[in-house]
């Protein structure tokens, strides 16, 4: 449903979104993260960064068109 909102965003400047999974590997359990059970695999945050750094990196080296 987040993306149902973020489009709204879209309609008045570029943008993207992603999402990142934040469950622990090998786990079951998957919590909301409105939920008092939910706990992040801080693991995910490298995996995050990256993607972020990736884009910001891309972004700033990209070739404008004249």
Do not use: K, N, W
């Not at 400047?13 to 008092?36: C, E, F, K, W």
């Not at 801080?42 to 972004?59: K, M, P, S």
Request: glycine share 14%; with cysteine; proline share 5%.
């Amino acid at each position: 449903m987040g993306g149902e909102d973020f489009a709204f965003y879209l309609e008045h400047v570029p943008g993207a979104m992603i999402r990142l999974g934040t469950g622990t590997p090998g786990s079951d359990v998957r919590h909301d993260l409105r939920q008092s059970g939910f706990d992040v695999d801080e693991g995910c945050i490298e995996h995050g960064l990256r993607v972020l750094a990736h884009t910001d990196i891309t972004a700033l080296t990209a070739e404008t068109p004249e």
